[in-house]
């Protein structure tokens, strides 16, 4: 029988799934303060952890002490429930983080790219698994343990030919396969998403875009990218490429030309990376020892932030974000100082004035961004109790 909207069938999966979000939003909750949160009956609140904890989503954690009459046992997600992998790939090698279902990290993995000999036939499906394997070694687990599967790196999957663009420097992960002979390997799902992108989703999660829905994040690195978030969705374009502001062409900046052929370097053959990427902060001052020298030398600092503003005037023109977040190596070298000097120098053009912010996430926002994504796809799939 099919269940239609309204009836008990779906009733009670809506509820399961309630339950299910509390808890790992709020950690654990007595039944009472679950069916006051629901708005349900203390009767329908035991039935639905009842159900929950036979099949293996929630367990209970000990009990509620310091409150009149008997303690109140807590209820929390089973962290065996399901697991996830998280990676982040960059041209030298790739981190593999595997976590539980409720995000709690349990075991790590980095594999160097020098690491996996030339001559193996895909090396680039070597290298993942290397790191997965790894990782699982380190949290006792196996890959069939594994639910989902989320892979940040440089550049965009193509939607129509679901190969990865705008990456000229990461060689063996152009091929049109590899998604499908990753899952093969990895016995999962796998996603391939931007890592720009994976970046805003952390920054969206934990970072200075909490509670913004508007919002662009400019990542300023060796390289130079944007994820374009607008009414709470991330703008992907027609290709997977919106937010490829590194080749953005600006006054000042050679054109970057080749389409997908064009060189690996980090300048990108041209554009708005080859005035503000970390080389080119290095190029400004060749004597620093590193970026946070580079910007204590006279002069830099202003440069860069006029530079940086030319390309975000640009974006805000046509985005209007309500927030700018400013992260990678370089805006968190330029720290406050570049933050500010950046808003000065839109101050007075004839457009939006949007907030702008640096990033003060801690370690690796694409791996992080990685988990989030890695989780939420896991969640709707082992939250879902219809067939049960």
């Not at 109140?72 to 790939?89: R, T």
């Not at 069939?144 to 999957?157: F, H, K, N, R, S």
Request: net charge negative; with cysteine; glycine share 12%.
């Amino acid at each position: 029988m099919v269940a239609t909207p309204g009836t008990p069938s779906v009733l009670r999966v809506m509820n399961d799934r309630a339950a299910l979000d509390l808890l790992v939003a709020h950690g654990p909750l007595t039944r009472t303060r679950i069916g006051e949160l629901t708005g349900l009956s203390k009767p329908t609140t035991s039935q639905i952890l009842g159900r929950l904890e036979a099949a293996g989503l929630v367990r209970t954690t000990g009990s509620q002490t310091g409150r009149p009459g008997p303690n109140a046992v807590l209820y929390e997600i089973h962290p065996g429930a399901a697991h996830v992998a998280a990676l982040s790939a960059d041209p030298n090698g790739i981190t593999a983080v595997v976590a539980d279902i409720t995000g709690t990290e349990r075991g790590r993995c980095r594999i160097e790219a020098h690491a996996v000999a030339e001559d193996v036939r895909n090396r680039t499906a070597q290298l993942v698994t290397e790191a997965v394997d790894g990782a699982l070694g380190h949290a006792g687990l196996g890959h069939d343990d594994l639910t989902a599967t989320v892979i940040g790196t440089p550049g965009a999957i193509d939607p129509g030919t679901g190969q990865l663009r705008y990456a000229p420097h990461l060689p063996g992960w152009h091929s049109r396969t590899l998604r499908a002979e990753l899952a093969e390997v990895l016995g999962t799902p796998v996603s391939i998403e931007n890592d720009v992108n994976l970046a805003a989703v952390a920054e969206q999660y934990e970072g200075a875009a909490q509670d913004h829905d508007d919002f662009v994040l400019a990542y300023v690195d060796e390289g130079v990218g944007a994820a374009i978030v607008l009414g709470g969705v991330l703008l992907r374009g027609a290709t997977g490429g919106a937010g490829e502001i590194g080749y953005m062409p600006l006054p000042g900046a050679p054109l970057a030309h080749g389409g997908d052929a064009v060189a690996a370097r980090t300048d990108a053959g041209g554009g708005f990376q080859s005035l503000v990427a970390a080389p080119a902060v290095r190029k400004l001052a060749p004597e620093a020892a590193d970026l946070a020298g580079a910007f204590a030398q006279d002069g830099v600092l202003d440069e860069v932030a006029r530079r940086l503003a030319t390309g975000l005037a640009a974006v805000v023109a046509v985005v209007d974000p309500e927030l700018v977040v400013l992260s990678g190596q370089v805006a968190k070298a330029g720290g406050s100082a570049l933050r500010e000097r950046v808003e000065a120098e839109l101050t007075g053009l004839a457009l939006p004035r949007p907030q702008l912010r640096i990033s003060e996430l801690d370690g690796d926002p694409i791996l992080t961004g990685a988990l989030r994504t890695a989780l939420t796809q896991a969640r709707s799939s082992v939250f879902d109790t219809s067939g049960a």
